[in-house]
């Protein structure tokens, strides 16, 4: 379906553009004037109340707060496993894995927090072969290998200086806001909250204070405070000392070999184990959170059980083999879509990343994933984003679909400028900006939550409502669905290397995912094989 934007005569955007509306991508285009994904359009209009198979969609992402009032009952419940009787009772070789496994996990309660980049793993891992190698020494047969070394040293030395810069900078601006907050304490004695001051209200005493205000107004403006710029020197730290650190042992805790990819019993059943769990109760609101619940959001059927799957960490990129061991655990316990909500530039093993994929393709899965939050176009080889359905080989996939975010605004605003797009190598677009879900924090929600992440969770759900509908659909069949169902918006937008391009340019179908759409699609494919 296509839809010419309309404006009027003086060549402005007819359509509201909706601000504050955090359930804006459950809409629907000729209904609500909104380019949503027209799921509540599907609810009203094509699907009967409590039908549908159940679903498991595995989340592959950090720990979730299965506490969170609305996942209750969203969660899967693996049926042959007795909790914590420390037996593996289904004999899967995982001990108590009732809701899923955690590949960061060790003892009973704890959980990996730092990780390696991957640039510095595979520097690590291949220095000692390659450093201060010439190009013209190295033999053809370890060409590729030199090369990757050579790409993951630059992003690595960049890493670092970033780091450090970043560590100066919060550090300098952390020692000056304490300097301002006690020089205008009699002034502010709310200070922590000085963003509800006018502070060109606020007379400086003397020349000091008047450069100290002009910072103010500076950390006002970037909406800086002082936790802000902690977090900020914290996490510097933090990579300049575990991530970024090519002596880092980052798997002593976890006690496993990452380049043992034949050993797959690491890790432990508390999925919840670390705070480290935002962003994957993020995700797991957008793909099932309850609808019938009269609270918080709707994800897309109550029909979807959730698999815990944690391998990120606080800070570092997730290993491949943890990735791998995930999807195959996905697999081999009945999961019918993994949401893989991530994407990077580089990796360490791309084989191994690949035959998780291929895995799942021989075993009917559909693999979701973000296209990434750099604003690139990943179709370039520079800015690959992995996981790919292009094999290090040149074999191929068909059970990979990869997600750009879209936008609310109905104009040249619909492309999300932060979002990866590419011709060949993403295929759809779904909405991914201003955006409420669920969080593990105190307030329980997230207002205006934006990422890929949230692009690619939206067409995990939406995968699911369709498999939960029609179960006979293969995972080639609803990837195909999806990408040819949604919605194309004829309109010019702004890329970082194009400064008019159509939307529809952007991926591979050229258009938005639609729930409506493929619901009808998928009813029209099940009924013809009758």
């Not at 804006?24 to 285009?29: A, G, Q």
């Not at 693996?78 to 003892?107: A, K, M, Q, R």
């Not at 950390?219 to 991530?243: C, M, N, P, W």
């Not at 995912?513 to 013809?528: D, E």
């Amino acid at each position: 379906m296509a839809f010419l934007i309309s404006c009027n005569e003086e060549g402005q955007i007819v359509n509201p553009e909706l601000q504050g509306d955090s359930d804006w991508h459950l809409k629907d285009l000729e209904k609500d004037t909104v380019p949503g994904i027209s799921l509540e359009r599907a609810y009203k209009e094509l699907i009967q109340p409590n039908s549908g198979e159940e679903i498991i969609v595995a989340v592959i992402d950090t720990q979730v707060d299965l506490s969170h009032e609305d996942l209750n009952g969203q969660i899967y419940i693996n049926p042959n496993e007795i909790e914590n009787n420390g037996v593996d009772d289904d004999t899967n070789g995982y001990i108590d894995d009732v809701h899923g496994w955690n590949f960061l996990g060790y003892g009973k309660h704890s959980s990996l927090e730092y990780s390696l980049y991957d640039h510095t793993r595979i520097v690590k891992r291949l220095q000692n072969k390659f450093k201060d190698r010439k190009k013209e020494d190295v033999e053809p047969k370890d060409m590729a290998e030199y090369l990757k070394y050579l790409k993951a040293a630059k992003s690595h030395n960049k890493s670092i200086v970033d780091a450090e810069e970043l560590l100066q900078a919060s550090s300098k601006y952390k020692d000056l806001y304490i300097q301002i907050k006690e020089r205008f304490s009699d002034r502010f004695p709310l200070y922590d909250s000085y963003f509800q001051y006018n502070l060109d209200t606020v007379t400086p005493r003397n020349e000091e204070e008047e450069k100290l205000l002009k910072y103010l107004k500076r950390f006002k403006t970037a909406g800086l405070d002082l936790e802000t710029l902690f977090k900020e020197e914290k996490y510097a730290i933090i990579q300049k000392y575990t991530s970024n650190n090519l002596n880092y042992n980052e798997r002593k805790q976890l006690g496993d070999n990452p380049y043992d990819y034949d050993n797959g019993n690491y890790g432990n059943n508390n999925v919840q184990a670390s705070q480290q769990r935002i962003h994957g109760t993020q995700v797991s609101g957008i793909i099932a959170a309850n609808r019938s619940n009269g609270t918080g959001i709707k994800g897309a059927s109550n029909r979807i059980k959730l698999m815990v799957l944690p391998i990120f960490t606080i800070k570092g990129n997730e290993h491949d083999k943890d990735f791998y061991n995930a999807v195959r655990y996905a697999v081999d316990n009945g999961a019918r879509v993994i949401n893989f909500s991530s994407g990077k530039p580089m990796v360490d093993n791309e084989h191994l990343v690949f035959n998780a994929l291929k895995y799942a393709e021989n075993n009917n899965v559909l693999v979701v994933t973000s296209s990434g939050n750099s604003a690139s176009d990943i179709d370039k080889p520079e800015h690959n984003s992995y996981p790919m359905d292009l094999g290090p080989n040149g074999n191929t996939v068909g059970n990979l679909i990869k997600v750009g975010s879209s936008s609310r605004y109905l104009d040249n605003r619909i492309y999300s400028s932060f979002s990866n797009y590419g011709k060949q190598n993403v295929d759809v677009f779904a909405p991914g900006e201003g955006i409420r879900t669920t969080t593990s924090h105190e307030n329980r929600y997230h207002e205006n939550v934006e990422g890929t992440s949230i692009s690619s969770a939206l067409t995990s759900g939406v995968a699911a409502l369709l498999l939960s509908q029609y179960p006979d659909l293969n995972a080639i069949q609803v990837k195909n669905i999806l990408m040819e169902s949604g919605t194309e918006y004829d309109v010019l937008v702004k890329t970082r290397e194009n400064d008019s391009v159509p939307f529809k340019e952007l991926s591979k179908s050229g258009k938005v995912l639609n729930a409506y759409n493929a619901l009808k699609m998928a009813a029209g494919i099940i009924s013809s094989k009758k």
